[in-house]
């Protein structure tokens, strides 16, 4: 890489499609507090997805039902009194 044009935090990030439970190994500086052990071995930073090209229905060519409604009420009831 070129020195200089990246941030300092640029490291090995595990990402994974938690509705078809598929992960890769890539590159980020997204932070996150949550680790995952690797096929290799090694520890890792864990970036979750909710989807991905696994789950896509423009790459599978599946319509799949991803339930984020019941997640945004869910998050809503409970932060509605404060």
């Known amino acids: 890489m070129k020195k200089g044009i990246h941030p300092e935090n640029y490291r090995p990030v595990v990402f994974k499609d938690f509705s078809v439970d598929f992960a890769w190994l890539g590159m980020s500086t997204a932070n996150t507090k949550e680790t995952i052990k690797w096929e290799d071995g090694n520890e890792y930073p864990l970036i ?34 404060k």
């Open 48 to 81: 979750k997805l909710e989807i991905s090209n696994a789950s896509h229905p423009f790459f599978t060519g599946k319509m799949k039902f991803v339930d984020t409604a019941g997640r945004i009420e869910k998050f809503n009831k409970k932060y509605a009194k």
